[in-house]
């Protein structure tokens, strides 16, 4: 039997995850999300723009075993002329920040659930647990 509860909660957080612009289609926000939230160890993304999908692996986790959230991004921004977004933009460099990224996260709930790791992938490492449950990039 499926707990009703837990499907409509499902439901509002990946609409949640995906109000906040970006490319991630509704089927991988769905998928993010039941990872994470059956993750075993914190979970580390790297590379997250502004959010979306960082959104649906944090409210995932925040459903299931709580797992932390690192999300590690530069934040260049996305080179220009680059596939518009599920919401029309055309992003260029310098179209996201660490404080975008966490107003988007606020508002989608997940605020204390994310830490932020505003550097390259590759000088990162210190920064994020050695070891984890979920890996997204």
């Not at 906040?20 to 075993?40: F, M, N, P, R, V």
């Not at 797992?67 to 991004?73: G, S, W």
Request: net charge negative; glycine share 10%; aromatic share 6%.
């Amino acid at each position: 039997m499926i707990d009703l509860a837990k499907k409509e909660r499902r439901e509002r957080d990946i609409q949640a995850a995906l109000s906040i612009d970006g490319w991630l289609s509704q089927d991988e926000a769905e998928t993010l999300y039941d990872l994470a939230a059956e993750s075993k160890g914190p979970i580390v993304e790297i590379g997250c723009w502004r959010g979306r999908s960082t959104a649906a692996i944090a409210l995932g986790a925040a459903s299931g075993t709580k797992q932390q959230v690192y999300a590690v991004d530069s934040f260049k921004g996305i080179q220009p002329g680059a596939v518009p977004t599920a919401h029309g933009e055309v992003p260029g460099w310098k179209s996201s920040t660490p404080e975008l990224l966490r107003e988007n996260l606020t508002k989608a709930g997940v605020n204390g659930n994310v830490t932020i790791v505003a550097k390259p992938s590759e000088e990162a490492v210190n920064d994020v647990p050695e070891r984890c449950g979920m890996l997204f990039i």
